[in-house]
């Protein structure tokens, strides 16, 4: 196992264009660290880095305290599992799983092979599937192979390139829950790629959240969701998404969209001497007051509004509030919306209430 320290590590592609801007990260001995961010944001080039793929053009890589940013991929003893898992179709799962032991001529016996393969086919539930072709099993199994392999290597550390993305979505829950149990299991070093935030929030101990090749955030799941640095991270993390409201302070009121709410200690705290602000409501802060006790109503702020669109999920009913915002606050928040490139003031509110509100489309609740 092995700890992983990038210290302003840089990436710069041919043309100037920089994918990597300076990142550092400290990550743990045995640690689950995931890289979380949009389509492009630089997270698969930093796991090619670590893993020795790409070139680091600044600052520095160190694998257990030594600098490596020119040790060779085959020297790093880590082990990468892609998207496509790379399985050899004409090699049965016991040899694909044996495959980097055989590529290690002479260094481990048939026997060692033997007893390292049957091991992880059983840590990974393979052991009946060790004499099929990788054609005739299902895609977590494939996923499973593809772990198998890295697991016999002994690696210091496994790097997850989106290893799910290929899965449907229930395959994917079963994986994903898979992958957390195999990784405490072992206890082995982690870094994992993936764009989805339900994968970042459920499997790693930490998240470093990127955004154009900047490292925006680490937190535990917790921490990002209850403390997130800026509007980016708040508005990334949270399915349905955190609502921004545009607040305009007057003496002792924080005038919403929604709702005129007194400021209170605490949000006075929060607003400073700010005139205008933007509110982070999350979906699930919202409740349909008439399914509330009336001790716990009198404790928030009620409001009454149109409901534009309602989906019911089973477990909770998510309806969509369209809201308007005075043309003047509206141009001056644009400035303070510049860390979401104009997408994060929104002219509607989700709100997610239990799944017994009789709230409808069209109403006025
Ligand atoms: P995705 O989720 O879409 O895979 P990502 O966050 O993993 O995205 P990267 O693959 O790390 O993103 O790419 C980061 C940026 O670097 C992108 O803008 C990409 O176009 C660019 N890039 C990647 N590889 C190269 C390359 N070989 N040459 C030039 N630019 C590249």
Known sequence: MASIVLRDVVKEYGDGFLAVKGVSLDIKDGEFVILVGPSGCGKSTILRMIVGLEDISDGDLEIDGARVNDRAPRDRNLAMVFQNYALYPHLTVFENIAFPMRLAKGRFSEEEVRERVTRAAETLELSEHLERKPANLSGGQRQRVAMGRAIVRDADAFLFDEPLSNLDAKLRGQMRTEIARIQRRLGTTTVYVTHDQTEAMTLGDRVAVLRKGELQQVASPRGLYEQPVNLFVAGFIGSPPMNFLPGRVDGDTLHLPLADVPLDERLRAAVGDRSLVIVGLRPEHVSDAELLEDDKAATGVTFETDV??????????????????????????????????????????????????????????
């Open 308 to 365: 534009d669109v309602t989906e019911w999920l089973g477990a909770e009913l998510y309806a969509y509030i369209p809201f308007e915002t005075e043309p003047a606050v509206a141009a001056k928040l644009e400035e303070l919306d510049r860390d979401l490139d104009g997408e994060g003031m929104r002219s509607q509110a989700v709100v997610a209430l239990d799944a017994e509100s009789r709230v409808r489309e069209g109403d006025r609740a």
